[in-house]
């Protein structure tokens, strides 16, 4: 039997169930992964994003070719190169991960199944996350989502059995064997290179360890301020997105870690306990918002509670781009997405924040938002995207609705402001208290506030709880809560007001 391993976002050798299966399957295995000028040109996509693959890839690559096999890439549209190999290569069985992604990767995703048929080849999928195809009943995941995550991970291939990853002849002049090369990032700018987070498999297990031995104490708490998270936060949202460490591998050594903590029994390990045990649930929430776009594509494009199609957002032009740059007068908008526009990263909190503010406060559509945020973000997921940006915009209807201010968010999170001169050099000159008393005057180069906050805010929230209140929103957001709402047990919270995502998510 000879296989292909279609490489996506599981750019690892530990813990690979894909990687796994196809070796003990198969005598001959070919892996490539398809940089596709679709991916590239996507709205979604930026330099980041490449950044990411491009070092994730390598680092991969180099791995398998010192244990005697031989990784390959092409630049093609996937239904292309997928065509030629099977035609060429007289391979059996095609091996990828299960992807939950948008409706461009669905699409293709479709053509391939079609592709397959043609050739006569076998596609098999593995899960790599607790995310489950065709769940058909959400009081069944809790229990089949911990089976997967207890199972024993899957080892780091023998160096016998990667002999088998290997280029034949006849596909030699096509398949690249060489170092990913990504011309496409010369013509990007990345501000500040070195501030991005190295993705390969060996700085995430070093992520990883560094959390659990070192910064993640003050994890519980610590997550909040863009402060503090750049430390005490795992960091590890970069690698779970790009599949160079598994999700598995992460819960499994924070549940051993905590035991270790747990036996100490100190005030110090005690908090270390509290800490990683926020953690292991921000993995289980991780999976159950993916899990939502798994159930529900078409959240890409409309929200999750029909009702609020009608919101109204006027957002202008110069309000949009104020937002997108990070001069909306506004110190912690701003300072968040610049750094946002630099690193790549700014914590949970902040980004609820910047999505209340673009649809509560400038109006501004949450489809709008979807692709200026998703380029931002070097940990882009789509599932866990699409499902906050309409949970934070208040649209699908089982949340308690929240309006983050952002002035009481830079007196709670930054009240020296340390995070806002960092990023807003123009306020360096001036006192804390001269920044937080900002409102519609300029600071000297720094803009007044676009907006009136009060004003614009109002506007919105009268909208969405008139949308709300009504019978027939709530009868849809009942629905939608029996098909996307948290629960851990069939027996409970089968309501809407119980909803673990009302509590837990508008806190």
């Known amino acids: 039997m000879k296989g292909v391993y279609w490489l996506k976002k599981d750019f690892r050798l530990l813990d690979n169930p894909v990687l796994t299966k196809v070796l003990k399957n198969c005598k001959e295995v070919l892996v490539i992964y398809i940089l596709e000028p679709e991916m590239i040109a996507a709205g979604e996509t930026s330099a980041f994003h490449l950044k990411a693959i491009n070092t994730a890839f390598n680092e991969f690559q180099k791995n398998i070719s010192e244990k005697g096999g031989q990784a390959t890439w092409v630049e093609g549209n996937a239904i292309d190169v997928l065509s030629k190999v099977f035609e060429f290569g007289g391979y059996n069985q095609l091996y990828s991960h299960i992807e939950i992604g948008v409706d461009r990767t669905y699409k293709r995703d479709l053509a391939v199944k079609e592709l397959v048929k043609k050739y006569g080849v076998e596609w098999i999928e593995e899960n790599q996350t607790g995310v489950f195809r065709k769940l058909t009943d959400r009081d069944k995941r809790a229990k089949i989502w911990q089976k997967f995550y207890t199972q024993t991970p899957h080892k780091i291939p023998t160096n016998r059995s990667l002999k088998k990853v290997i280029v034949p002849e006849v596909l030699q002049d096509y398949l690249r064997a060489d170092s990913l090369e990504m011309p496409v990032l010369n013509r990007l700018k990345l501000d500040k290179e070195s501030n991005l987070q190295l993705c390969t498999e060996s700085a995430a ?46 819960y499994q050594k924070t549940l051993e870690k905590k035991e270790e903590y747990k036996s100490i029994g100190t005030t110090e390990s005690k908090k270390w306990v509290r800490s990683l045990t926020a953690f292991t649930a ?127 968010q830079l ?93 837990k998510q508008s806190s």
């Open 205 to 250: 297990l070093d992520t990883l360890d560094s959390f659990l031995n070192i910064r993640g104490e003050k994890y519980s708490g610590g997550i909040s301020s863009p402060n503090t998270a750049l430390i005490h936060g795992s960091r590890l949202s970069i690698h779970l997105a790009w599949g160079t460490i598994s999700p598995r591998v992460a």
């Open 282 to 408: 921000r993995l289980h929430w991780r999976d159950h918002f993916i899990q939502r776009l798994e159930s529900e594509p078409q959240m890409e494009f409309a929200p999750l509670n029909s009702a609020y199609e009608e919101v109204n957002y006027d957002a202008t032009k110069e309000m949009i781009n104020a937002w997108t740059y990070g001069t909306t007068g506004f110190p912690m908008v701003d300072a968040c997405i610049r750094c946002l526009r630099q690193t790549g990263f700014v914590n949970f909190r902040m980004r609820a924040m910047l999505t209340s503010f673009g649809c509560h406060v400038l109006h501004i559509d949450w489809r709008t938002l979807d692709h200026l945020m998703a380029r931002m973000y070097t940990d882009y997921e789509p599932g866990i995207h699409l499902s906050q940006l309409q949970m934070q915009a208040g649209v699908v209807g089982i949340n308690t609705i929240r309006i983050y201010n952002p002035h009481k």
């Open 411 to 503: 007196l709670d999170q930054d009240p020296d402001c340390v995070f806002v001169k960092e990023w807003i050099p123009e306020l360096k000159q001036y006192d804390c208290e001269t920044i937080q008393e900002h409102r519609l005057e300029p600071l000297g180069d720094y803009p007044g506030q676009i907006v009136d906050y009060v004003t614009h805010s109002k506007t919105m929230r009268s909208q969405l709880w008139s949308i709300k209140m009504r019978k027939t929103t709530k009868a849809i957001a009942n629905d939608v809560y029996q098909k996307h709402g948290s629960r851990k047990s069939p027996k409970k919270r089968k309501t809407v007001k119980k909803s673990k995502d009302n509590i």
